[in-house]
């Protein structure tokens, strides 16, 4: 050690991690960075405490990274759910406003991408009403204005006849009072109000009658 500068004496990719480097100063083990921090290090390289200091803060931040990219890679998230995602992990404040910040540069998060995506999957594979939509954007911390533009694209009554139909196949063998309740239950629970329902069910009970006598 010279005057507080210390030496770098090896760079060992780790066993359990390859995409990580132990760092080695004045012959002893120091601490570990992401490989793309340790390119910038070279064997016989001296540090000052201010060098190893910032060292460890980019590794902190490529940490917290890495982190949000394996929670991104299970499927697209909002901004708010990559904030609860890290906040959970014991993450400050400002270092997820960092990430996040840096997450919308690259595109990774997009709410007003995010909030379309989920209207159209919803539309493709669970419908529901507009109102039962805008719950979930809600809950999800999409904005009130990238949600009245993502729900644009969602069509009522498309969604509560595709609904009706598939669940009254389930319920064709019922007496018409418990074909009622059964299926008005199921459409309420998917946001749609009293009137959209009794007139869904009324045609869905139609079209099952007139599938038996066909």
């Known amino acids: 050690m010279t005057g507080g500068r210390v030496k770098v004496t090896a760079l060992k990719l780790q066993a359990r991690?390859?995409?990580?480097?132990?760092?080695?100063?004045?012959?002893?083990?120091?601490?570990g960075l992401a490989k793309t921090e340790a390119v910038r290090?070279?064997?016989?390289?001296?540090?000052?405490?201010?060098?190893?200091?910032?060292?460890?803060?980019?590794?902190?931040?490529?940490?917290?990274?890495?982190?949000?990219?394996?929670?991104?890679?299970?499927?697209?998230?909002?901004?708010?759910?990559?904030?609860?995602?890290?906040?959970?992990?014991?993450?400050?404040?400002a270092e997820i406003d960092q990430e996040l910040a840096r997450l919308r540069e690259t595109g990774l998060v997009d709410d007003r991408a995010f909030a379309r995506l989920w209207v159209e999957n919803r539309a493709a594979f669970r419908p529901r009403s507009k109102r039962a939509l805008q719950v979930e954007l809600k809950r999800k911390g999409i904005a009130p204005e990238a949600q009245r533009e993502a729900l644009t694209a969602a069509d009522d009554d498309d969604a509560l006849y595709r609904l009706a139909?598939?669940?009254?196949?389930?319920?064709?063998?019922?007496?018409?009072?418990?074909?009622?309740?059964?299926?008005?239950?199921?459409l309420a629970r998917r946001g749609f109000d009293f009137d959209q329902i009794e007139a869904a069910v009324e045609r869905a009970w139609r079209d099952i009658q007139g599938e038996a006598d066909g």
């Not at 390859?18 to 083990?29: E, I, S, T």
């Not at 998230?77 to 404040?93: A, I, N, P, Q, Y």
């Not at 063998?173 to 059964?182: C, S």
């Open 165 to 186: 139909a598939g669940r009254a196949r389930r319920l064709a063998a019922l007496p018409l009072p418990e074909f009622r309740r059964k299926l008005g239950d199921f």
């Open 41 to 93: 290090l070279r064997v016989g390289q001296e540090l000052t405490p201010a060098d190893i200091a910032r060292l460890q803060a980019a590794d902190e931040r490529e940490q917290v990274h890495a982190r949000a990219l394996r929670f991104l890679a299970v499927r697209p998230r909002s901004e708010t759910e990559v904030r609860r995602h890290l906040e959970k992990h014991k993450v400050g404040e």
């Open 17 to 31: 991690n390859p995409a990580r480097v132990n760092v080695y100063l004045d012959g002893r083990f120091a601490f």
